[in-house]
């Protein structure tokens, strides 16, 4: 069974800084990866995307792949108390139509 | 207007009852999906849709049903609900035509089931 891993947290940063989400998974036939936020009771929301390895940055947002090592990552710069939410990886299967499959998500709290 | 739009947003019923979640979508994306979202939990998928006429399980189907009335609407059953079918539900949709871009989630609908 493909899987995606994610360390629950929560991760706890302070206002200003880094804060680093890590994500493995276990299909080598993925192709596209992707980053949601998700506030609590809300809905998941598409906030990045990344097809080949090495670094996309998008704002305050960088997701990085490596294929070889089979890791996505995603760097939040300047983090907010806003920025505050679980974060889902999601990746997709190849031999599945592309379907995503989810990991567990990692809770980030940004403290002021 | 939302793109994929969830009713009823809160539904509060008794076990043993039936009742329908609804899902509609104006993106004109042929995958739709249904997912469940317990507390602490990630997503798990109950069915999943790739056309019309294209209806498959996830890995936790028992005790949901589904119909796909068209390209834009997918409705989840719940045909006689219990406790533990407590939880967030959510649809989301896909286009194979675009390729590789993700999913887009409706906004959820919350289910208790007393």
């Known amino acids: 069974q493909k899987e995606v891993e994610q360390n629950s947290g929560p991760l706890s940063v302070p206002e200003g800084a880094i804060a680093s989400l890590n994500c493995t998974y276990s299909?080598?036939?993925?192709?596209?990866f992707f980053w949601y936020r998700q506030y609590s009771g809300k809905s998941p929301e598409l906030i990045m995307s990344?097809?080949?390895?090495g670094d996309k940055e998008d704002g305050r947002f960088t997701a990085q792949l490596n294929k070889a090592s089979q890791y996505v990552s995603l760097l939040i710069r300047d983090s907010q108390p806003s920025d505050s939410a679980t974060y889902l990886c999601?990746?997709?299967?190849?031999?599945?139509?592309?379907?995503?499959?989810f990991g567990g998500g990692t809770r980030l709290m940004v403290k002021p | 207007d939302a793109d994929v739009t969830q009713t009823p947003r809160n539904r509060i019923t008794k076990t043993g009852k039936r009742i329908m979640l609804e899902c509609s979508q104006t993106?004109?994306?042929?995958?739709m999906y249904w997912y469940r979202q317990d507390p602490g939990l990630g997503l798990r998928l109950i069915y999943y849709?790739?056309?019309?006429?294209?209806?498959n399980k996830g890995e936790i189907s028992d005790g949901y049903s589904v119909s796909r009335q068209a390209q834009a609407k997918f409705s989840l059953s719940l045909e006689s609900a219990i406790p533990n079918q407590t939880a967030l539900y959510f649809c989301?949709?896909?286009?194979?035509?675009?390729?590789?871009?993700?999913?887009?989630f409706g906004s959820g609908t919350r289910l208790t089931v007393v």
């Open positions: 989301a949709t896909s286009d194979t035509r675009t390729g590789l871009h993700g999913y887009t």
């Open positions: 299909d080598r036939g993925s192709q596209s």
């Open positions: 990344i097809y080949s390895n």
């Open positions: 999601a990746v997709s299967d190849g031999n599945a139509g592309n379907m995503l499959t």
């Open positions: 993106k004109g994306h042929d995958r």
């Open positions: 849709s790739f056309d019309v006429k294209d209806i």
